[in-house]
């Protein structure tokens, strides 16, 4: 079937084609209908003529394989795929803007740009935890929508880990789209989430300067410069860039993955708590490095490529967000020294773990004067350095580690909402010792054993036979 | 409609009940045996009475080459396999070896070849272990889609629109979709003498409305089976490999 005879009125596979949109060029898009209750749809029909680029012929197979495997609402929902005489998926039209549309307003700001990035990179670990790298992220493929989520589209350069990757058995070369494609990918990889990371590096560098740190190279050659020549810092081009978005983007372009977050949870998690980002050279510098340290760093991706490539499947198991919820109060010390060693045996399991500390000032409900303001000030930054050194000895990288203290008058709901929007993936929570009231209330921790989004851990500190 | 498709039993009593109860829980609606019901294994006649109830009941099974060895000539078969198939000969009952004489080398149903070795000279048991094995298959059927077993090892060869073969090894439990744009050979694992290193039965699922193909891994009471192997008196290596999956 011709994608160019279709009309308006036409029947395809049981769906009415409405309106055909300019969406891209290597295939038509059509809004169709079936039912009245199905949310907006959307066809895709490849190109399949005489002069068609074979690379996303294959790459539409791919996609009929890939889609139907993802759920959530990061991805458009697939709805139903044909066969050979006339290949076609529908999936969800998604509502919503293109960040393309947002590249006539470039540079934007900082805290906006993390805001996006945050959104990008929550929606990329959705998908890595399915299984599934993109490796395509970029504007055109992101979008909007109308509720504030982002949504990625276009898997038809994606790599499922559980599915035979066709693309790399069709075609030798990399698989990608220049200003954005990840270092492993040009030398064949496409078995690393982390490269979903490098290319929201580039978006990012992108949206906060109006600049692609490695410009738009038109071939393959010109592609390979990133491995050996590093990106004019942010700051070079755009003075307010903030230290902590320069680390944050700077990282996700190292060169070697192992360098960047771990995961986009990670990354999502620092977009998302500027102030704790701990801030290296790397978001200080002004200059590119000196070309021998980058001549260095991409002997040493070579050589160590080959070793990472059977790793990569863990990347995700290795790197959790573990969160640690402490209290701090008086007497409680025997029950913080069995979280600590709960934490630590959890972090010796975890080699990119990243540990993030919470205590919760219960929140008192009547309207606070100032005095009490100042008080509660000062009860906030003591219970910060209280956490601090709770954790002093714990081993984690000075990055792999967040302090936080909240208020809230529900200390369980706060830390429930805390561990969903930060993706966190196993909760450690301190129980005190077993009381008749405490039964009958109800505690926090078996509130948040109850309703946690994932594994809890409830440390109690061993009873002594006296007591 | 989803079949279930159960290749290279071997008289593995244990395995085929436990592979039969998964596949029973998945909801199949049918049941395809590839061959190799008999040979290595402590149960022959109950592996061949099981397969014909099914066959009553609507499956369809093809001939494997022990199944053939046993009421023909066993001498393509290493040492240890014609002791095995000298043994079952004495287990088997007329009627047995009757319905083993009677298989099909091959079945076919709608656009998929059944087969026990490979679409290239069915009888001539060839093992499909890399892209040229592959490629003969694929040459010699027009069916787009070919199951078989015979190499003990889950793995599954797709051929491009390009004439590009590839491979790749399945993993329990994904559901794998068989794309129409290319053509794919679908080796099975075994059910009863497994030899990818995991001792569990293999089996796999094709669901035809999706057109997707899941393997399946099943633990069984492989010690089990392991002793009645040794008390049969059948040679040491064939109990050992069932624990190994080797």
Redesign the interface.
């Known amino acids: 079937m011709a994608a160019r005879g279709l009309q308006p009125g036409d029947v395809v596979a049981g769906f009415r084609l409405e309106e055909e949109l300019p969406l891209a060029a290597t295939a038509a898009f059509w809004r169709v209908s079936r039912a009245a209750d199905d949310p907006p749809l959307l066809m895709k029909i490849p190109r399949l003529e005489h002069g068609a680029n ?1 690379i996303n ?2 790459g539409f ?1 791919a996609e ?2 890939i889609l ?2 993802l759920s959530g609402p990061h991805v458009p929902r697939f709805m139903a795929s044909g ?2 005489d006339s ?1 076609y998926i529908v999936m969800e039209l998604i509502v919503g803007e293109s960040l393309r549309a947002q590249l006539a307003k470039l540079p934007l700001p900082a805290e906006a740009v993390a805001s996006l990035g945050a959104k990008i990179a929550s929606a990329l670990h959705d998908i890595h935890r399915q299984e599934v790298i993109h490796l395509d992220l970029k504007p055109s493929n992101i979008i909007l929508r109308t509720t504030g989520e982002v949504a990625l589209i276009d898997f038809g350069f994606s790599r499922h880990l ?3 990757d ?1 693309l790399a ?2 075609f030798p070369g990399p698989i990608g789209t220049g200003p954005y494609i990840a270092p492993e990918q040009l030398l064949g990889n496409r078995t690393d989430p982390r490269s979903d990371i490098f290319a929201l590096g580039v978006i990012l560098y992108f949206f906060v300067t109006g600049e692609r740190p490695f410009g738009d190279p038109s071939g393959v050659r010109e592609w390979r410069r990133r491995l050996y020549r590093e990106p004019v810092p942010p700051r070079a081009l755009r003075a307010d860039c903030p230290a902590w978005l320069q680390e944050l983007i700077l990282r996700s372009l190292e060169v070697h993955p192992r360098e960047r977050h771990a995961t986009a949870a990670q990354l999502a998690f620092d977009l998302q708590h500027p102030q704790q980002v701990h801030i290296t050279s790397r978001g200080k510098r002004t200059r590119r490095d000196g070309a021998l340290s980058s001549v260095n760093r991409w002997i040493h991706l070579r050589r160590s490529l080959p070793s990472l490539r059977q790793t990569i499947a863990r990347q995700l198991e290795r790197s959790p967000i573990i969160m640690a919820a402490i209290d701090l109060s008086p007497g409680q010390e025997a029950l913080g020294d069995a979280m600590r060693l709960a934490v630590r045996e959890i972090l010796h399991a975890h080699s990119d773990a990243r540990l993030t500390c919470v205590n919760v000032l219960r929140l008192s409900r009547l309207a606070i004067d100032p005095w009490e303001d100042e008080q509660g000030r000062n009860l906030h930054s003591r219970r910060l350095a209280e956490l601090q050194y709770w954790a002093k000895e714990l081993p984690v990288p000075a990055h792999g580690i967040t302090f936080h203290v909240f208020e809230a008058p529900n200390p369980a709901a706060a830390l429930l909402d805390y561990a969903r929007n930060n993706h966190v993936d196993h909760i450690v929570i301190g129980a005190r010792a077993s009381s008749p009231l405490r039964r009958y209330l109800g505690s926090i921790s078996s509130q948040v054993v109850a309703e946690a989004p994932c594994t809890v851990t409830v440390v109690r500190a061993t009873e002594t036979a006296a007591s | 409609m989803r079949i279930a498709l159960l290749s290279d039993v071997h008289a593995n009593r244990e395995a085929l009940s436990a592979c039969l109860a998964h596949a029973q829980a998945c909801s199949v609606d049918r049941y395809i045996f590839l061959g190799d019901y008999v040979g290595y294994g402590a149960d022959p006649g109950w592996a061949v009475d099981t397969v014909a109830a099914h066959i009553e009941a609507g499956a369809i099974a093809v001939l494997g080459n022990h199944d053939a060895a046993v009421v023909g000539s066993d001498s393509d078969l290493n040492d240890t396999a014609r002791v095995a198939i000298a043994w079952t000969r004495t287990q088997l009952t007329p009627q047995q070896c009757d319905f083993l004489r009677a298989l099909p080398l091959s079945a076919k149903r709608a656009d998929s070849l059944f087969v026990h070795a490979s679409a290239w000279a069915p009888e001539a048991w060839d093992y499909v272990t890399d892209a040229r094995a592959a490629s003969r298959s694929f040459d010699a059927t027009q069916q787009r889609t070919t199951f078989c077993g015979h190499v003990h090892v889950p793995e599954i060869y797709h051929l491009s629109g390009t004439g590009k073969i590839a491979s790749f090894t399945p993993i329990a439990g994904t559901a794998i979709p068989l794309t129409p744009q290319r053509r794919w050979l679908a080796i099975l694992g075994a059910v009863g003498q497994p030899r990818d290193g995991i001792p569990a039965a293999s089996y796999a699922i094709l669901d035809e409305e999706r057109t997707t193909l899941t393997y399946m891994r099943v633990p069984y009471d492989a010690a089990g089976a392991a002793a009645k192997v040794r008390a049969a008196g059948l040679p040491a290596v064939l109990s050992l490999r069932l624990l190994a999956g080797r």
């Open positions: 074979p012929i294959v197979e009929q394989m139907p495997k066969s050979l290949p559980r599915l035979p066709i058995e069709e």
